[in-house]
């Protein structure tokens, strides 16, 4: 996908069918869905501004204020899906300022970098995928039919017995056969380091030079179907220009990106003071010029932020938005509240969205040979008991229903090999049979739901 096709897509979607598309997986939280379509929109039409104002228009970063399990990641986690952005979802949590052992912010720019790439590498492998094919083929019947010495000492191969391997092997033939064959050995990954500043920058070298000598090759056993899906994924690697899918990857970042920040509640601080609170103001601080835009050194090349797209989320049970820094404040000027869920919205929630609960769980025994049936009072009586368990015990949104509904099909799932063939039906009173015993045992209901 190249970055002009972005910028069509992007012009296909308009707000009210950025909507309507999070509408299929998202319940309610209208004010919020609208809020990012149009932060969404702009993105397209600051790409069709004149240069010397397009690089005026900032992007207008959104701060999500709802409780837990309402819809937030969700709603972040689907715009990147619908318009195939580079995405990252950090939490806040998960970083301290300079001079604490810890990730530092800069790595989320990184991130969402190495995102980018990957999408760009991908698309681009994509392109030159036929010609890969044909490359990995020649590679493998190299092997299927290996040269042999002539009279004259020199190496030749018995064109029709490779003609004749090439039509079996595009015939399906010799996908079990097993072949030693020579593959690139892929350097293992680092683990994240945790440490002083600029050791993440270490890390990013490390990790830069491992790669550029970890051109071993070794010898591995392998079925001619695995090993013609290596050697197509080496030779595509081969004809894409590495630097320039960097490039690529770096204006797409810059441009398109978006990074998710949740729990950014937790590092909000009424008033600087002793003890962790210290260091979760050094995140704001630290935050600040990230997302006011900055340069960040990444290992395809430097990055600038100034038009990613942040959007932060928090449930600001404790703390409120207004304890975060004044000027973290202002660089996210977009504000939207998420309501918390209703009994009818769980209704809805199990019924409606395209991924809902029920199709996951009819589709699921469905393998088995089991026919799943959920009637109407059957979805009441989950709601019900959902919303209660959430005013019982800790209130944590939608996330109750799969515990839920968890509880409520385990003996089914547990038995479903020996049940196929057979419809069960789950209604009000099989919901209750299952579950009222625990929803009126509180101390056991905060356990299990």
């Known amino acids: 996908m190249t970055t002009r096709y972005l910028s069509d897509l992007l012009e296909e979607l308009t707000p009210k069918r950025i909507v309507e598309e999070l509408d299929k997986y998202i319940v309610g939280q209208d004010g919020a869905k609208k809020a990012v379509a149009i932060a969404l929109r702009n993105r397209w039409r600051r790409q069709r501004l004149p240069e010397h104002i397009r690089d005026e228009v900032a992007p207008k970063n959104l701060l999500m204020i709802g409780p837990t399990g309402v819809g937030k990641t969700e709603i972040a986690r689907r715009i990147a899906q619908l318009i195939k952005a580079p995405f ?7 970083y301290t300022e300079i001079g604490y052992v810890g990730r530092d ?4 720019v990184r991130e969402l970098v190495e995102a980018s790439y990957q999408m760009v590498k991908q ?3 994509q392109e030159v995928r036929e010609r890969a094919k044909k490359l990995a083929e020649e590679r493998l019947l190299d092997y299927l039919v290996p040269q042999q010495l002539s009279f004259g000492m020199r190496s030749v191969q018995d064109t029709g017995k490779r003609e004749e391997m ?3 092997l595009k015939g399906g033939e010799l996908d079990d056969r097993i072949i030693e064959v020579e593959v690139q050995e892929r350097a293992v990954p680092l683990l994240g380091i945790a440490g002083p500043p600029g050791l993440e920058e270490l890390e990013e070298q490390l990790k830069s030079m491992l790669s550029s000598i970890g051109g071993t090759r070794r010898r591995r056993k392998l079925r001619v179907k695995e090993a013609l899906q290596i050697f197509e994924s080496e030779e595509a690697e081969k004809l894409i220009d590495q630097e320039e899918v960097a490039r690529e990857a770096i204006y797409r970042a810059e441009n398109f990106g978006i990074i998710f920040i949740d729990e950014i509640d937790k590092i909000a601080v009424k ?4 003890g962790p609170g210290v ?3 050094g995140v704001q601080r630290d935050l600040l010029p990230i997302v006011e835009g900055t340069v960040v050194k990444t290992k395809y090349g430097p990055v600038r932020t100034d038009h990613i797209l942040f959007i932060a989320a928090g449930a600001f049970h404790i703390s409120k938005p207004s304890d975060l820094m004044p000027e973290l404040q202002g660089r996210f000027p977009i504000r939207v509240e998420l309501n918390p869920l209703t009994r009818e919205d769980f209704v809805r929630i199990l019924k409606e969205p395209k991924n809902a609960l029920t199709v996951q769980y ?3 025994l469905k393998t088995e040979g089991v026919e799943l049936e959920f009637t109407e009072d059957a979805l009441e009586e989950i709601a019900r008991i959902a919303e209660d368990a959430n005013n019982r015990t800790e209130n944590i949104g939608a996330r109750r229903l799969h515990t839920v509904m968890e509880k409520l099909i385990e003996d089914i799932s547990f ?3 020996e049940l196929a063939g057979q419809r069960i039906i789950i209604d009000a009173r099989f919901v209750r049979a299952k579950l009222e015993g625990i929803v009126k045992d509180v101390e056991l209901s905060k356990y299990v739901l």
């Open 123 to 125: 698309e681009k492998m």
């Open 271 to 274: 008033t600087p003071g002793a």
């Open 279 to 281: 260091s979760r103001e």
């Open 362 to 364: 009819i589709e699921l």
């Open 415 to 417: 038995n479903a090999p």
């Open 166 to 168: 090439r039509d079996k």
């Open 105 to 108: 912010v800069e790595s989320m």
């Open 88 to 94: 990252v979802k950090v939490e806040a949590t998960k």
